[in-house]
């Protein structure tokens, strides 16, 4: 992606980016160096592009693999609210909040290996059931015979916590 710098005297202390025609332009304050503004840059570039790569994600293609792999490993007898694709999760690689039957999926997954993101979608949809990582929710998760291989690729990738 390009990058073009806009410099302004109006502007004191702020920073702003949006992309234009695919090019990243970065609104700065007049007196900024390049090297001050460097990291900001970094920082703005990568929060476009997850934006981006969000409305590339396929929330429905989640929410009928959700179902497939409920109905084979729960006997679809689980039900939420929504699934989808996020871009806000930088540690988790999914969320499920049990209240509102709400799971998160982070974009980080989706390009992964499709027994992973099975492996992540059936941790997730497990939480419906037990909300802790206790012994009967990793029951409920082992029921995925790729568990341990997709655990293990993301210890690699260092997605996943060696502790849960």
């Not at 570039?45 to 293609?61: A, S, V, W, Y």
Request: hydrophobic share 35%; aromatic share 6%.
């Amino acid at each position: 992606m390009k990058i073009r710098i806009i410099r302004s005297k109006k502007r004191r202390k702020t920073i702003q980016a949006r992309e234009v025609d695919g090019t990243l332009e970065v609104l700065a304050p007049a007196n900024m160096s390049d090297k001050e503004l460097e990291p900001h840059i970094v920082r703005l570039k990568g929060r476009i592009e997850r934006h981006n790569q969000k409305f590339e994600l396929d929330d429905e293609i989640l929410e009928k693999r959700a179902h497939d792999l409920s109905n084979k490993y729960f006997e679809g007898l689980l039900q939420w609210n929504s699934i989808r694709w996020v871009t806000n999760q930088s540690k988790r690689h999914g969320s499920c909040t049990t209240g509102r039957e709400t799971i998160r999926i982070s974009h980080r997954i989706a390009n992964m290996p499709r027994f992973v993101k099975d492996y992540v979608i059936v941790h997730e949809l497990a939480h419906l059931v037990e909300p802790n990582h206790g012994n009967r929710f990793w029951e409920l998760v082992n029921r995925y015979p790729k568990t341990e291989r997709a655990r293990g690729y993301l210890m690699a990738v260092g997605l996943e916590d060696i502790e849960e």
